[in-house]
């Protein structure tokens, strides 16, 4: 079997599936290992913008100091000066300025020693240096100014009796560091956006070019897939592949595994800083994650059930627009507009109600994340809150907190576009590989020698064709044509005559038999050999949307301008050719549909002078076409089968009156053989075939 089944993964990440794509990533490495650097980067700006406010906050805008007595503890001089040097700004006989939201640092023992006597004052203070303008100030102000050393420390309850004009004096050095912060934030923003613009460029790039990697190998493997597969498979199915799967995958390349590991990244380090700072806060803030952990179990299961059925209504509606533009014509003809409407409007309801249940997942899973990291900055609040008012912890610890927690929970409020993204391209990745594994005709090597030359003799020996298992289309055909002879194959609908001839191109596999070319089995010659000698003219005459020219080359660079005219020419294609517009620059437009079928089968005939084969086969269709047309067509038909090999699939008889043989087949075997007066003598199939088609006339 040459069909593959599809279905949707349920996973949002196969191991499997994703060691085979990561050879066509490999050529890319660098791309995306220099792009998970510069997030390594980017989380790390993520986290210390936060920090600079923090900083700010505590050091400039709200800097406060406590005094702490050690009189009473001189144990603790060594720890002092050693473990908590660092947090410690100066020290002063038995006195030592710490700022506030360092007194948590201290170790519990410590802390409890001097409370129990009273050596950490309850009052707060800020401090500034003994600069000129903040000694005329202490002068203005000596009973807030107290001297500590070369600092000034004023109580936080006295800075309200300083005036606005002499606060901005005594504050000028916290002015400047805030101006100064204010600076490296707006650097650290611009190096943000600068390596996040090339982490994107970087992982697009390395992505695009993977997936048109991927997407010429899949597009080659599908050209040298045996006719039998296309039979078997929709086009637009397989259209769909190189198209839509692709892009999933390009989108989860660029967007959803690198975002998801940046988020991960992010939300990791966030964590990690979080404890670091202050682990009761950071436990107090992660109380919710079990809530949002169920929560996001929970809509997994219900958005794989709607993105599924949301899938499946698309679905339907891409095959009905499909349907009903190809088949407009026929709708228009038979007025059938409104029952297509209908339809069409059914289908579209049900997609419309799938979206809308899914419209209704989001709408609970959003606002639930939302209200979780509100119930998390309500607690980081309310515990930190607490914590400053017993002077344990500072303002700036709760409002980097805040941010923090925001910035942990905002990869949540993405984690249903990455689902879907991460899903859509697993099930992507899965029907791709599953084409790719479809095993591809032999070709065999193609060398850079010219093509071999086939002199035509053909030979069928006992042949037996089964497209289906034991439901035999044809049944020991034995035919020999020699070179440079003409037959026909006759017979009534669904015989087996397109069969006979799609065996010699090799189209499909035979059960029994043999077929010799040259006394040579087809088996053995190479498929690009093979086919380059055998033209065929089919029933209905492909034309590619382009130019004329184009259409008669096949898009081959070495035929040329000469060559085309002269094979126009001689099988009557010029004719009309001339008279067009641009002439051989002519748009032919889809499937040449400002060409008349007569046009398209002379089109036809001009390719095969091109390619100038040994062997030559008509699938001939002259029923619908004008006389004179038929006339030229007739000319170039007796043109193109001079010195070759022709088989003629006849469906007018009076077509192949001239032919050296005509073959009868009935129900996939050969009945009768002769040329036409020998078999209208025999009075068989042939006679009575013959007969019906000129009941009229005397035979």
Known sequence: MNTYEEKDSDKIYDRRLMARLLKYLLPYKKYFIISFLILILIAFFAIALPYILKYGIDEYINPS?????????????????????KYVIETYGDKILIKSYNIDKLLPRHLRMLKSKQSIGRDFYAIFPKTKNNNNLAKKYPEIFQSFGKYYIISQSDLRKITIEDMRILRQNDIQGLLKLGILF??????????????????????????????????????????????????????????????????????????????????????????????????ITFIVLPFVVFFMVRFKVEIRKVYRAVRIKLAKINVILSENISGIKTIQLFHQEENKFRQFKTITKEYFNAEKNQLKVFAIFRPLIDVMVHVAV??????????????????????????????????????????????????????????????????????????????????????????????YVLKNINLKIKAGEKIALVGATGGGKTSIVKLLSRFYPFQKGEILIDNKPIIGYNLSDLRQNIGVVQQDVFIFSGKIRD????????????????????????????????????????????????????????????????????????????TETEILIQDALQKVMENRTSIIIAHRLSTIQNVDRIIVVHKGEIVEEGNH??????????????????????I
Not at 72 to 83: A, G, M, Q, V
Not at 597 to 603: D, F, I, V, W
Not at 679 to 692: D, E, I, S, V
Request: with cysteine; charged share 25%.
């Open 677 to 698: 007066q020998e078999l209208l003598k025999q009075r068989g199939l042939y006679y009575n075939l013959y007969r019906l088609q000129y009941k009229n006339d005397a």
């Open 186 to 283: 707006l650097v650290m923003l611009i190096f943000r956006f600068t390596f996040s613009y090339i982490q994107i460029y970087l992982t697009q790039y390395a992505a695009m070019h993977s997936m048109y990697d991927l997407r010429m190998k899949l597009f080659n493997h599908l050209q040298k897939l045996p006719l039998s597969f296309f039979d078997k498979n929709p086009i637009g199915r397989l259209v769909t592949r190189i198209t839509n799967d692709v892009n999933a995958l390009a989108d989860m390349l660029g967007e959803g595994l690198i975002t998801l590991i940046q988020d991960l990244v992010m939300m990791l380090t966030i964590l990690i800083v979080m404890l670091v700072i202050n682990y009761k806060l950071a436990i």
């Open 65 to 85: 100091i406590k005094i702490i007595d050690i009189s009473n503890f001189p144990e603790l001089r060594s720890e002092f000066s050693i473990k908590y040097k």
């Open 551 to 626: 259409n008669i080359t096949l898009y081959r660079d070495d035929v040329s301008e000469e060559e085309i005219i002269k094979a126009a020419k001689y099988v009557n294609a010029d004719k009309f050719i001339s008279k067009l517009q641009n002439k051989y620059d002519e748009d032919a437009r889809e499937r040449g549909s400002v060409l008349s079928a007569g046009q398209r089968q002379l089109l036809a005939f001009a390719r095969v002078l091109v390619c100038n084969p040994s062997i030559f086969i008509l699938d001939e269709a002259t029923s619908n076409i004008d």
């Open 378 to 471: 309500a607690l980081i609040i309310w515990y930190g809150g607490g914590e400053i008012l017993a002077n344990k912890m500072s303002l700036g610890v709760l409002v980097l907190f805040i941010s923090y927690a925001h910035r942990f929970f905002d990869p949540l409020y993405d984690l249903s576009q990455k689902y879907n993204i991460m899903q859509s391209a697993m099930a992507s990745l899965e029907r791709i590989f599953k084409l790719m594994d479809v095993k591809p005709e032999k070709y065999g090597y193609v060398e850079k020698t010219p093509t071999i030359r086939i002199k035509g003799d053909v030979e069928f020996k006992n042949i037996w064709l089964a497209y289906n298992k034991d439901d």
